[in-house]
């Protein structure tokens, strides 16, 4: 088990969310999250410009065992996805904080990530 | 409380993420289950199937027995250690699980059933076991290991007795026999060749031992499920059940209608659909787009809908593989659509066997 990158936010459903320099939000699922699914298979991603709301179901990751959806942390428009998890949606398992991040949005409101769990809490939450 | 193998201790240690199945605390895998399966097809690997039931039967009537309890024949057991994998039905031809009998001599066979459904069928073969005065053990001290992949029976032999290792070496398919107290069977679950081999319980952690120190990679029932889903092969409960002929689960091929004067328990009610005409059928799906086929989505046919039983991605393939069952007119078709999602993805309708021996079938 990876230590939690500081600074990131959560949901409890195992998505985490980071605030960029541009304000802009990238979202990616946890470590322990790519450890329950196990080897994943396949991700469906979001279409860039499509809005969620916060909570949505907004993209799917599939591994051998099983299909879970990805929920949005915050409001907002999809503005660039990893497509490169098209062709190597094993890099969500080894690499969750980093180059396995799913896609990136424009948040609604910036301040709504403040309200997501943060890495203590979520910590917390799955310990 | 689900209940250990012998070798629950040896899967912690080795940091197996455990999941039950069937009452049983089992592995799923280690680490990767895509690469427990490659290791069984190109290598060797290992699998703790101890949750699997081993049910001894003794009497001077046991041929008999089988014969009428079974829907395969028994008959074709003709030299000691053979094995016939078959279903046991229910009078109406619904499947009570699936299972493999090993003749051991007249008076001896040996039957190895599925662990969720070791009570009722236990409970089944004891009520009918009676009239023919049969004796049944239920073998709690045995423990059992498969080791499946082209260097799977390489490696058990080396671990085996000197002396014995031409003798078990020489050994067919679905064939038998013991050394030094082992019992050692050319089976397996994976489309690989190898041993599945049923060893007393206090003895197995050493055996795994000796095995991991040979190389031999531990496999959890995620790579067990993709190599078996693979090699065409049906799994109790998701495939077939009670509800659902062997006609119906692909499973012609393992009822022994000739001859026609053996009595087996279901014959009437299979004959009956086999004149009547087999409703539904059982078939491979391939599915070329991206995604996963999974248990329960609905497959949409020239002739009805359909349903798909095991579903997963194969790992040998790169893409999703399945087996449906679909209204019988529609199973020679090319391809049908699969409901993933509300989305209806094509897929091709093939024969339900995708890798046999490290390689593709379709």
């Known amino acids: 088990m990876s230590t939690i990158p500081a600074g990131l936010k959560f949901l409890k459903s195992h998505e985490w969310a980071r605030r960029e320099a541009d304000g802009s939000v990238t979202v990616g699922i946890s470590d322990h999250a790519q450890g329950l699914l196990g080897d994943l298979v396949y991700v469906e991603l979001p279409a860039v410009g499509k809005h969620f709301d916060g909570g949505a179901a907004c993209a799917v990751v599939e591994s051998v065992k099983a299909a879970s959806d990805v929920y949005c942390p915050v409001a907002g428009t999809v503005t660039r996805v990893n497509e490169a998890l098209a062709d190597k949606p094993e890099t969500v398992n080894g690499d969750p904080w980093g180059e396995g991040w799913l896609f990136v949005i424009t948040p609604d409101e910036a301040a709504a990530i403040d309200a997501l769990l943060d890495v203590e809490a979520y910590a917390a939450s799955i310990a | ?362």
């Not at chain 2, 049983?24 to 949750?51: C, K, N």
């Not at chain 2, 395969?72 to 299972?99: E, F, R, T």
């Not at chain 2, 002396?163 to 026999?177: P, T, V």
């Open chain 2, 1 to 362: 409380m689900p209940a250990q193998t012998p070798l629950h201790a040896n899967h912690l240690e080795l940091g197996a993420r455990m999941v039950d199945f069937g009452g049983w605390d089992m592995p799923l895998h280690y680490g990767s289950q895509i690469d427990e399966h490659h290791a069984v097809r190109r290598t060797a690997g290992m699998f703790d199937v101890s949750h699997m039931c081993v049910v001894d039967l003794a009497g001077g009537r046991c041929r008999e027995f089988l014969r009428f309890l079974l829907a395969n024949d028994v008959a074709k057991l003709k030299v000691s250690g053979k094995a016939l994998y078959s279903c046991m039905l229910n009078a109406q031809g619904g499947v009570i699980d699936d299972l493999i009998v090993y003749f051991r001599d007249e008076s001896h066979f040996r039957v190895v059933v599925n662990a969720a459904t070791r009570d009722k069928d236990i409970a089944w073969i004891r009520r009918h076991a009676e009239a023919f005065a049969i004796s049944v053990t239920v073998r709690s001290d045995l423990a059992m290991v498969a080791v499946q992949g082209p260097e799977a029976r390489a490696r058990v032999l080396a671990l085996l007795p000197e002396a014995d290792r031409e003798r078990i070496g020489a050994l067919g398919r679905f064939a038998a026999a013991e050394s030094d107290g082992l019992f050692v069977a050319r089976t397996g679950y994976t489309g690989e060749d190898g041993f599945e081999v049923i060893v007393p319980a206090g003895r197995v952690a050493a055996f795994w031992q000796d095995l991991l120190a040979a190389g031999v990679r531990p496999c959890g029932l995620g790579a067990r499920d993709t190599l078996r889903l693979e090699a065409g092969m049906n799994l109790y409960g998701q495939d077939m059940d009670e509800e659902t002929t062997p006609l119906e689960a692909g499973l012609a091929w393992t009822v022994a209608f000739d001859p026609a004067d053996r009595d087996f328990i279901g014959r009437a009610a299979l004959e009956a659909q086999r004149s009547g005409g087999v409703p539904r059928l059982l078939v491979g799906l391939l599915m070329d787009e991206k995604g996963v086929l999974r248990h329960g989505q609905v497959v949409l046919t020239s002739a009805g809908e359909g349903v798909v039983l095991s579903g997963t991605f194969s790992p040998t393939l790169g893409k999703a593989i399945g087996f449906a069952r679909v209204p019988a007119a529609a199973a020679g078709d090319a391809g049908a659509t699969v409901d993933i999602r509300g989305r209806q993805v094509p897929v091709r309708i093939v024969k339900p066997v995708f890798v046999r021996e490290g390689k593709a079938q379709v």
